[in-house]
């Protein structure tokens, strides 16, 4: 970030480990990288000033894995919307700049946040991966002052869909009225029809599992739960009692389930009486690749279906978030499949309030393929998977 270039944000490898701030906008592995990394547990032993700032639910889900344990005493987790200053400080020097930051809410995955900076660099938005439906960014009270949306001098920005390809998603309302519809014919038949959602990550669709469960009163079979064991208002809708009618459960040869029509944890009904199973697997690429408009539901096979979910703002959405702030500079932080980044530079270009020219150079985090594998004061299993990514 050349307006704040001593902080990271969502990447803790080679230069970042100067940093004299971390910033984690949400435990998604894409935004992880390094941050496990022996080099940077030695950082951080050598420091008495370097935190990692998230919000509260992100630590939460941070500190779940073993691998993060030695980050305890290093996070520093600030309220959503609540304007908090920091320190930085050059330890060697002993001298300190201080910045204002504001968490607001990303729509991306729980604890998911975008960065607001206020300091000597400007006014600068960092969304990290972000969901906002059109309309939302005039009701974030943060990005306004003197009821006026704020001068914003930079926005680095989630363009995952940054392409007209994906000028319209269907509002996440919508997916989700389409996938309670496809539940509520099947569960309903007997308690023998049984519902596998086939999510790719370990996390982000809780939002899909609370809807689901309260509107049928059937809790959510997963692996685990300890993610969320201090999130009451997910904890009630999930179980990991296999005996349920929807399962989210995972299994490394998914594939195989999807053929055989059984449940990943192996669950069979009581009394022998054989489940009659079908899948949904929630995507947005899929959709996006279809020539014609599909229905936010599609059935695949006999058993199998799509639909359709996305965790990321359309480009419709994109336009209009960036139309109501008006930044003076977007920066790409990914690049669509198949996409250039002076290409995405030329699709931003119309939403700026001015064409900044080259006097600034941005790599963005990186570029989606398909892949497979195995004011407040501050102190206040191996799984192999394929997808977009």
């Not at 569960?187 to 469960?213: D, I, R």
């Not at 685990?224 to 009630?236: A, C, T």
């Amino acid at each position: 970030m050349a307006e704040y270039p001593s902080l990271s944000i969502d990447r803790f490898d080679r230069d970042n480990l100067l940093a004299k701030a971390f910033f984690l906008s949400h435990c998604h592995k894409d935004h992880m990288k390094g941050l496990k990394a022996p080099a940077l547990q030695r950082r951080l032993e050598c420091s008495l000033k370097l935190r990692l700032y998230c919000s509260p639910v992100t630590k939460e889900i941070l500190l779940t894995s073993s691998k993060y344990k030695f980050w305890e005493n290093y996070i520093a987790a600030i309220e959503v919307e609540t304007p908090t200053q920091i320190s930085l400080v050059d330890e060697a020097a002993g001298k300190k700049e201080d910045i204002l930051v504001t968490l607001l809410p990303a729509g991306h995955c729980p604890g998911s946040v975008m960065f607001l900076f206020e300091g000597m660099g400007g006014t600068v938005l960092y969304t990290g991966d972000f969901r906002l439906a059109s309309g939302e960014a005039a009701r974030l009270e943060w990005l306004h002052s003197g009821g006026r949306v704020k001068d914003i001098s930079t926005v680095y920005l989630d363009t995952t869909f940054c392409d007209p390809r994906f000028y319209q998603i269907p509002s996440r309302e919508e997916c989700l009225n389409g996938i309670m519809q496809l539940v509520g014919s099947w569960v309903t038949l007997s308690p023998y029809h049984v519902v596998w959602l086939n999510c790719k990550a370990a996390y982000g669709y809780e939002y899909l599992f609370t809807n689901l469960s309260e509107e049928f009163s059937i809790q959510v079979h997963l692996n685990k739960l300890d993610m969320f064991k201090n999130m009451p208002e997910i904890l009630h809708h999930v179980t990991t009692d296999r005996m349920t009618q929807i399962h989210a459960c995972r299994h490394p040869k998914e594939d195989y389930f999807v053929r055989a029509n059984r449940l990943p944890c192996g669950n069979i009904a009581a009394d022998g009486t054989p489940l009659r199973i079908i899948s949904i697997k929630p995507s947005t690429m899929w959709f996006a690749e279809r020539i014609k408009r599909a229905n936010v539901i599609v059935r695949t096979s006999e058993s199998c279906y799509r639909a359709c979910f996305s965790f990321h703002s359309s480009f419709t959405e994109i336009k209009d978030f960036l139309s109501y702030i008006q930044p003076v500079t977007v920066h790409a932080n990914v690049l669509p499949m198949g996409k250039t980044y002076e290409e995405v530079k030329e699709i931003l270009k119309s939403f700026c309030r001015k064409d900044c020219g080259d006097e600034a150079v941005y790599k963005p985090l990186g570029k989606l393929k398909r892949w497979r594998q195995s004011f407040s004061n501050e102190g206040g299993e191996c799984v192999e998977y394929v997808g977009w990514g």
